[in-house]
């Protein structure tokens, strides 16, 4: 049976960034569950073309291989952080570059970063429908993370992870076989 290949998209243009942070532990908790292999891709790993392109044509190779490494996913981790209750616009200037038929039917955890819980409704009105509009499989439990649930940069709080937990279980619906496989190899 092919390995399930896992992609994180980390949605901040900073660094080091606590949504790069969460982003790699729900790919890293979900890797291990699923056994995929997992990649985590960041916005700033597309450079300075993302914000000059408007077509994928415009991007460079590396570019394009980045794309083409998250519409070829087998499911897809996005996280961006929230601010003044929305994403930012790089963020979604580069979903808006995807085809919209790239992500039919393509499991999606998605998740956000913002400073404190008045942002929270902002994965529900905004991500979930930007997500729908592609016909994705936006997983059931959504997770919204605030600036008090990481120590250090690091995730720490319970009630976070085990939010985190219940979505990743979550692929479990759409990967039933990679689940027995990984239990079979624990």
Do not use: C, W
């Not at 985190?164 to 239990?183: G, K, M, N």
């Amino acid at each position: 049976m092919p390995t399930l290949k896992l992609v994180g998209l980390s949605g901040n243009i900073t660094a080091p960034s606590k949504t790069r942070a969460f982003v790699a532990s729900a790919v890293v908790l979900a890797a291990e569950r699923l056994h995929a292999e997992a990649e985590v891709i960041e916005i700033n790993d597309f450079g300075d073309q993302l914000g000059r392109a408007r077509s994928l044509a415009d991007l460079d190779a590396a570019g394009q291989a980045l794309i083409a490494r998250i519409v070829g996913a087998d499911a897809l981790i996005v996280a961006t952080p929230i601010y003044k209750a929305s994403y930012p616009g790089l963020f979604k200037h580069l979903i808006d570059l995807l085809d919209p038929l790239s992500l039919i039917g393509k499991p999606v955890l998605i998740a956000a970063v913002g400073g404190g819980e008045r942002h929270a409704l902002a994965v529900e009105h905004q991500l979930r429908p930007l997500f729908g509009f592609f016909e994705a499989h936006t997983l059931p439990t959504a997770v919204h993370i605030s600036d008090k649930d990481f120590s250090d940069g690091v995730l720490t709080a319970p009630a976070a992870i085990a939010r985190l937990a219940r979505a990743v279980a979550q692929f479990d619906l759409h990967f039933p076989l990679s689940l027995r496989s990984a239990e079979a190899a624990a």
